[in-house]
């Protein structure tokens, strides 16, 4: 397993702004149709479906065409379960600086719900519902898939 360095929503945003990370959101596309990281490309890992979540087939294929081996990448996903596995995955496949921002974008929660991290939109951190050029679908179209 790839030692990846995992930072709080509030260093993920220094790095964005500071060294010119991108931030990688691997949530569903309805996810982050629905609101994510200001700037933020999305990725999925997985996808929504009536069965539920399924794996993105394309993932790693998307993300090799359209980002380089050393592109600054923060990964980010709901709670921090996604990001971990995608940073991990990309890691293996020979990219060097992708950093796991933990607590995603709603935080995780504790077995009664509560809080127990705040993650980018409770920590009050920029939010947008669109980003041009950061779509699922303009991205793969971008690696011709």
């Known amino acids: 397993m790839a030692n990846i360095q995992r930072v709080s ?3 993920a945003k220094k790095l964005i702004d500071d060294e010119g ?7 569903s596309e309805p996810e982050y149709a629905a609101g994510h990281p200001t700037g933020a490309q999305n990725v999925p890992l997985m ?4 069965a539920g979540m399924a794996p993105n087939p394309d993932f790693l294929a998307v993300v090799q065409a359209v980002y380089p081996k050393d592109a600054k990448l923060v990964v980010g ?7 971990i596995k995608a940073a991990e995955m990309m890691a293996s496949a020979g990219y060097t600086s992708v950093i796991d921002q933990r607590a ?6 504790d077995a009664f719900g509560a809080l ?3 993650g980018w939109s409770p920590a ?11 779509s699922y679908f303009e991205l793969k179209k971008k690696a011709g898939k």
Do not use: I, M
């Open 9 to 11: 929503p509030a260093d």
């Open 21 to 27: 990370y991108v931030y990688l959101d691997v949530r």
């Open 47 to 50: 996808h929504a479906g009536p």
């Open 77 to 83: 996903c709901k709670a921090g379960g996604r990001s």
């Open 104 to 109: 995603g974008f709603d935080g995780p929660r």
């Open 116 to 118: 127990s991290e705040k």
């Open 124 to 134: 009050g951190l920029p939010v947008e519902t669109t980003t041009a050029g950061g």
